[in-house]
Nanobody, 123 residues
Framework: VQLQASGGGLVQAGGSLRLSCAAS????????MGWFRQAPGKEREFVAT????????LYADSVKGRFTISRDTGKNTMYLQMNSLNAEDTAVYYC?????????????????WGQGTLVTVSS
């Protein structure tokens, strides 16, 4: 199983980025997918999760209304559209997959992880 996160970079405050997570080696439609992030000196935190069919989404309060999670089963890819970015969004963003079918905010519930992509927001 491989999850390849991409799309990170340097952006000014108020700007936007779209992250992608390409999955291989698994039946994508059977996995709940999630995004997490980890800022320097902080623990990994939940950002968003999307159900197997894509019809149920859950967001952290800190990103609600600014970030949108989506998935394309035909492309085995998950996305995170990030708008109105601020300095507090600076972190390494990780994508994750879990086969239990339960949308969870807990990292320990996820079976597979990508390598992370760095997002830096300049103020």
């Amino acid at each position: 199983v491989q999850l390849q996160a991409s799309g990170g970079g340097l952006v000014q405050a108020g700007g936007s980025l779209r992250l992608s997570c390409a999955a291989s080696g698994l039946t994508f439609s059977r996995y709940v997918m999630g995004w997490f992030r980890q800022a320097p000196g902080k623990e990994r935190e939940f950002v968003a999760t999307i159900s197997r069919g894509g019809n149920s989404r859950l967001y952290a309060d800190s990103v609600k209304g600014r970030f949108t999670i989506s998935r394309d089963t035909g492309k085995n890819t998950m996305y995170l559209q990030m708008n109105s970015l601020n300095a507090e969004d600076t972190a390494v963003y990780y994508c994750a997959a879990q086969g239990r079918g339960v949308s969870s905010t807990q990292p320990t519930m996820y079976d597979y992880w990508g390598q992370g992509t760095l997002v830096t927001v300049s103020s």
